[in-house]
């Protein structure tokens, strides 16, 4: 019988402590729980020191009797109290679980995304690099045409000035042929 109290007396101590842990929700049963065990072992405490033998300090059949009911009632509730934090363990556990779940989505989310914005980048840097090459071979094609026309200029401007003078020869050969006549 000590030993059970004993066992008991340590249970109560692992559920204070896991009781002051922040994983009680507002609307965990945990502490009414442990209240309605603390009025069991004081009820049990009473009823061991009650001495009502008809042979002096012994305790009576009775006494015995509110004893083990006493000792009954209290590993009912540990057994209640049990069933509570097995209950809070496995929504923690649940919870865990959901919550690892959800960052490893998150990171390979993360993940995709950065690749996705590095091909995405990498690809306009190409675009970019390919306007750039266009646009110096548009320019050097600019060039090449305006050489073209000032070359096709200088030709005109020479032509003409060889019409011009041919035709300032043939006026003057005209005018010597009509004097001399």
Do not use: W
């Not at 809070?88 to 990171?107: C, D, G, M, N």
């Not at 995405?120 to 094609?141: C, F, H, V, Y």
């Amino acid at each position: 019988m000590f030993r059970f109290f004993f066992a008991a007396t340590a249970l109560l101590i692992h559920v204070s402590a896991a009781a002051q842990e922040p994983a009680l929700t507002p609307d965990s049963r945990l502490p009414g729980l442990l209240r309605e065990r603390a009025v069991l072992t004081r009820r049990y405490a009473e009823a061991s020191a009650q001495r009502h033998s008809l042979f002096g300090n012994k305790p009576s059949k009775k006494d015995l009797q509110e004893v083990v009911d006493a000792l009954q009632g209290i590993v009912d509730k540990d057994q209640q109290i049990v069933d509570v934090l097995n209950e809070t363990t496995q929504k923690a556990t649940t919870t865990s679980a959901r919550l690892a779940a959800t960052t490893t989505h998150l990171e390979t989310s993360s993940r995709d995304d950065r690749n996705l914005t590095s091909q995405r980048l990498a690809e306009l840097e190409s675009e970019a690099q390919n306007l750039r090459e266009r646009e110096k071979q548009q320019l050097t094609k600019l060039r090449n045409l305006e050489a073209e026309v000032a070359e096709a200029k200088q030709g005109h401007f020479v032509r003409d000035v060889l019409i011009a003078g041919l035709a300032l020869a043939c006026v003057g050969l005209l005018l010597v042929r009509r004097r001399r006549k």
